[in-house]
């Protein structure tokens, strides 16, 4: 609320000085604009000092606020040389603009040091943006400063000389960063540091831009809004000194593609070709360099949107892993890699609602388990269990299902295996009961085997065939251990013979 309320007063007195410049004589109006600016940027300043000494931020958000003290100190001390400049001081004239130009070349450092620290396709995206951006406010710049005999007024052989030159090189580097740094706002977020320095900067580089031409074309250098431009800037500076620094994270698809902040680069390019456009249409003719700027700026853009494509390609791909990693996670037991209880459960309901004439479970429970783990340890008692997996697996086909249902319990389901059921439960028997090399000791450990069958029209579920196996697999342990029992009509017939 009060970052709201400062924000309407800002606006407000940048309105007020704009219109009292008509009025006021030009001495008075350069003083009371000079003195606001001054005293704005000198509050900024300390401000931002203060911050940089706070080491409680990073190195590199000191470093950012260290840039942003430097840049409105420079601009207040260059509005006070004004000041005494216009009281008679003739002096003070050179030095305020060279402080001028130097705030101006500090700020847009201030806003990359603040902002995340991209790499790879991200950075090579920003600079893009960057250059494409600066390539159409030159563009614009050359459609919009006067040219001719206002040029000769000024006394000036080309708009783009001198000092015009290195103050438009250094708004439009400063007008494209602030532009690309307010591209990467996330919408709903609180306002950042960076972003409110961003639109300061903006308003500053347009501001300035129209200060030139104006001393170009020989208007009063607070026509077309300067007078409110430059009032603006300095208390919008003011007011970002004291926000905290925001630190977006990685690219999003969201924030690539549907954020409109993102289309804040697009602005100049798109009113650079219309400008363009205009002119063609009516002059019938269009100067080399303004072609080549467009050109350039086009084919940035283009190549930009290339590397959002790879972006967003990357992304979708890296997506697309996580979210099997994620439903691999869901249905497998990260131990073993065989099928956790729930996604067993749910696959082998399935087959048995399916056509089929008989179904088989399996229940394997080992012996001699809780020995390794009490001896060895759990690392060992994981070993065991992985290799025994890796065993049961390696004598299973693709069609049968298998499911570690917990501890050093397994479960498997076999669909029409007719006699082969029998010898598979044997085979695996003799399969668990071979020895193994366990983290430098020789281990063995039995099981015990109960197996259920449940023929077509009986409508047994999976539960209750489980529930079976499981029955025959106690049964088989009560019988002493390493051997097979199966369940049928409630009865316990002889072992499965071997």
């Known amino acids: 609320m009060r970052l709201r309320i400062a924000l309407l007063a800002s606006l407000a007195l940048a309105t007020i000085m704009q219109l009292l410049h008509p009025i006021l004589p030009d001495t008075a109006g350069f003083a009371v604009s000079d003195v606001i600016i001054a005293l704005a940027s000198g509050y900024a300043a300390v401000n931002y000092r203060d911050r940089a000494r706070d080491t409680s931020n990073p190195p590199r958000i000191q470093l950012a606020f260290g840039f942003g003290a430097a840049a409105c100190a420079a601009w207040s001390t260059s509005n006070t040389l004004f000041l005494v400049n216009v009281l008679g001081a ?23 040091l603040a902002g995340p620290r991209l790499r790879g396709i991200a950075a090579a995206r920003q600079l893009i943006d960057v250059a494409a951006v600066s390539g159409a406010f030159f563009a614009l710049v050359r459609e919009f400063m006067p040219v001719g005999e206002a040029q000769q007024v000024a006394g000036a052989e ?36 960076q972003q409110l320095l961003a639109f300061a900067a903006l308003v ?17 250098w607070w026509a077309n809004g300067v007078g409110f431009g430059y009032v603006l800037a300095a208390l919008v500076m003011a007011s970002s000194s004291k926000l905290a620094v925001s630190r977006p994270g990685t690219d999003g698809v969201e924030q690539l593609i549907f954020s409109p902040w993102a289309l804040l680069p697009y602005i100049p390019v798109a009113t650079a070709v219309g400008v363009a456009a205009g002119r ?3 002059d ?12 350039s700026s ?14 967003v390609g990357r992304l979708t791909v890296a997506l697309e892993r996580q979210r099997e990693a994620l439903a691999y996670q869901a249905h497998h037991d990260p131990l073993t890699g065989l099928l956790n209880r729930s996604a067993f459960d749910t696959r082998a309901a399935a087959r048995l609602t399916a056509g ?23 690392a060992a008692g994981d070993d065991v269990l992985v290799s025994v997996a890796n065993r049961l697996k390696a004598e299973l086909r693709g069609a049968d299902l298998i499911c570690r249902a917990g501890g050093d319990e397994f479960a498997i389901l076999l669909i029409d295996a007719g006699p082969r059921a029998a010898v598979l439960a044997d085979r695996l028997l003799r399969r668990i009961a071979q020895p193994m090399m366990v983290q430098g000791h020789h281990v063995k450990v039995g099981g015990s085997v109960g197996v259920a069958v449940t023929r077509r029209g009986e409508r047994v579920g999976i539960s209750a065939l489980l529930r079976n196996a499981d029955s025959a697999m106690y049964a088989a342990k009560a019988a002493g251990k390493g051997t097979v029992r199966r369940h049928e009509n409630g009865e316990w017939p002889a072992p499965i013979p071997r």
């Not at 003739?90 to 990359?112: E, F, H, K, R």
């Not at 001198?162 to 250094?170: F, S």
């Not at 500053?204 to 009063?220: F, K, Y």
């Not at 019938?284 to 050109?295: A, H």
């Open 90 to 112: 003739g002096w003070a004239g050179a030095p305020a603009v060279v402080l001028s130009t130097l705030a101006a070349m500090l700020v847009p450092i201030a806003m990359v």
């Open 158 to 193: 080309d708009a783009f000389s001198g000092y015009a030159l290195t103050i438009v090189v250094v708004l439009g580097f400063g007008a494209a960063v602030a532009l690309v740094t307010l591209a990467a706002s996330e919408p709903g977020r609180q306002v950042s540091a």
């Open 204 to 220: 500053q580089a347009i501001t300035l831009l129209a200060s030139t031409r104006n001393t170009v074309a020989g208007e009063p």
């Open 280 to 282: 063609q249409l009516t």
């Open 284 to 295: 019938g003719e269009l100067s080399p360099t303004l072609v080549w700027l467009l050109l």
């Open 298 to 311: 086009f084919s940035l853009v283009l190549l930009r949107q290339f590397l959002t494509l790879v972006t």
């Open 356 to 378: 089929y004439l008989e179904a088989c479970a399996i229940v394997i429970d080992l012996d001699g388990f809780k020995p390794v783990n009490d001896t060895l340890g759990h």
